[in-house]
């Protein structure tokens, strides 16, 4: 039934009707506090039966990897299967390979976001998460194979006994920068995104010594909107900084190989190879992950199988690209008539003793994932794992055919030689898997899997555009069938979908529930909130409203009754609420720019007086004062260091960390980070007057008004 112009003219002075809403990203919760509850209580409640056994599993193997790094330190590199010419083997395999894994994290929390796609607000928080953990890994493997294991402090770029600095015009260098560059931005953008949501378990907790853990990581988050003015744009900036860095860290990573004259290695195609290829494989990390926990904590109203689709498609995107790169490679070598780099590839792909891992990188990364152009493949989640299991293999396989089966036929017949891995080799490389694992279980139990303020954010209650509207405006009702395989677990024990818009409902065939409204108080509100150890005056007078609509139209009220000093406290943010209590735009950009100035000016001096002037060195016939060496080193300190400014200007911003505040000895304020939406006018005010005020917030349509005592 078509929308009518006249209907929807009548409810909102618009002559034109709005498009049929989109399918909720998330399904289910009643409330803000049902979400809060059902991703906290994975934190707070036992551990399912499986979890210990899992647990013990991949920390045996983790023990198995401490065991061979260990006894490869003790004895020297020459326990692993290493040798002339595969002087590279399973060590930098499984380093590039974890450095690919930990790109998918980095694409959908920074480039996603930039981007404003919402459905990533479910999985940005795992997917970080997998960043850290499979850099971790990664770094595991410069750090033992340098051979002499104490003396890899030589890598930083420190002075040392023997006057002997670094050669910054060296890739491996680079490397060194850029994965650790990638680590600590990908590390402050985590932790930032973590704060609302640790103030949702300090809130939540039962025990004092939760309380305490979680006040301290949050460092006092509260919620207020002067604080996610400054959090929302220092989360921009840090996704700004970090978008680059998924293009610079694999590239970076590819020039250990293109920028040698290897044949098979000394290739243009690398960067943008490496970098299709990391996030082909992250995402298939990501899945291969994700689905379990999905199913085993029950979690599909929250990951819906929308989230599975749309990155499988990015799955089946980059996995083409992937393919291109490798039908390129043949191509460029057969076309450019040298004969070493077209034996290397005839070797690989037809005659030669490894074109087994040749077309088992090609079948699983090439072949395999195209089924992902049927829908049904796409969102059948046991069915998308078998695929991405796939995908994980293929991918080390893809690192193992370009380092080893380049290098063990050299230049000359006389020198070829094969590889053949130890047990030092095996053991290592599964004792990395199980600290990924393990750090992986450990992450499911002690913080939210899923960013609880984000998901809030795109929940229909948020968002309310058709909260105005009948079924007879909103437009043709979609049966669930044909969004949604699996509906079922939807629905609730009486057979109602849990959505709480009516009309969005409505718009889609489905019954709804009611909306949200303000919770009564565990006990009396009384007028006037005595704080244990106060001055005796008042702080401030408190409101609590029914949802973020209520409570943006109170305090652009608030405002233009005279009220200068308004603050609002929720549990996501929500735009419009700074302009409606009188604040302007966060001065933060400044700061992350005179980060970004210092750690250009930093690098440049660092780099140009030691190359140039304390330990002159020539490369490649490079005179001195050569700069475009220079460029990758450059650019990491400039991100580090805008990283930094940005993380300390939002504490300092934000008056953080403040463990105690005045509010909190309010009975429901607690809600504030969980499903409370509060408005507070503080004493400070010319226009404060304790029961004027408190009377006027009550006309607002406030609930639970008190006088709270500073």
Known sequence: MAADPRTHEAHTGSKFPDPLPRIPLVWGPADYDSVSAQISEITEKPQPYWWWPALLITSSLLCGGVLAATYLISTGVGVWGSNVPVAWAFDITNFVFWIGIG???????????????????????????????????????????????????????????????????????????????????????????????????????????????????????????????????????????????????????????????????????????????????????????????RAAYKLENVVTIKHIDVMCKFILATGTLVGYAYCMELFIAWFSGNPYEWQTFKNRAFDGDYTWAYWVMM???????????????????????????????????????????????????????????????????????????????????LLPMVAIAEVKGVLPMANPPYSHLDEEAAGHPIPPSEFHPDESYLKGEDGEYPTPDHALAASYGLPSRPATEVKPSPEPVPAFIPNPGGTGKPWGVVAEFANGSDLLEAAKRALAAGYKHLDAWTPFYIHGMKEAIGRTRSRLPLFTLAGALTGLATAASLQFYLMAYYYPTIVGGKEYRSWEAFVPVLFEMTVLFAGFFTLFALIGLCGLPKFFHPLDSHPTFGRATQGGFFLTIEAADAKFNPDETRAFLESLGGKHVAVVEA
């Open 363 to 445: 079948t699983c990364n090439l072949f395999i994932p195209q089924v992902f152009w049927i829908r049904w493949c796409r969102q059948t989640p046991w069915f998308v794992l078998i695929i991405v299991t796939f995908v994980n293999v293929g991918m080390w396989y893809e690192r193992f055919v370009i380092i080893v089966q380049s290098l063990h036929h050299d230049f000359l017949p006389g020198s070829w030689g094969q590889f053949h891995p130890t047990w030092v080799d095996w053991l290592q490389m599964i004792g990395d898997f199980g600290l990924f694992f393990t750090f992986t279980l450990l992450f499911i139990r």
């Open 103 to 293: 790109h998918a994290g980095t694409l959908i929390s920074a480039i996603l976001f930039l981007f404003r796609q919402k459905w990533r607000t479910s999985i940005n928080r795992f997917s970080e998460a997998m960043t850290l953990f499979a850099v971790i890994c990664a770094f595991i493997y410069p750090g033992i194979h340098v051979g002499r294991f104490w003396y890899v402090w030589f890598s930083i770029p420190l002075p040392n006994a023997n006057h002997i600095w670094q050669n910054f015009r060296s890739p491996l260098l680079w490397d060194f920068f850029a994965i650790s560059t990638y680590f600590t931005i990908s590390l402050i953008f985590w932790y930032i995104g973590l704060l609302p949501d640790l103030g949702t378990l300090r809130d939540r907790a039962k025990s004092r010594t939760r309380q305490m853990i979680f006040g301290f990581l949050s460092l006092g988050w509260r919620g207020s909107t002067r604080h996610w003015r400054h959090y929302e744009v220092a989360y921009l900036m840090l996704a700004g900084l970090s978008t680059p860095l998924v293009l610079s860290v694999h590239s970076v990573v590819s020039f250990d190989f293109a920028t040698s004259l290897i044949p098979g290695w000394h290739t243009t195609i690398f960067p943008p190879y490496f970098v299709a290829g990391a996030i082909f494989g992250g995402f298939a990390m990501v899945l291969q992950c994700m689905i379990p926990a």
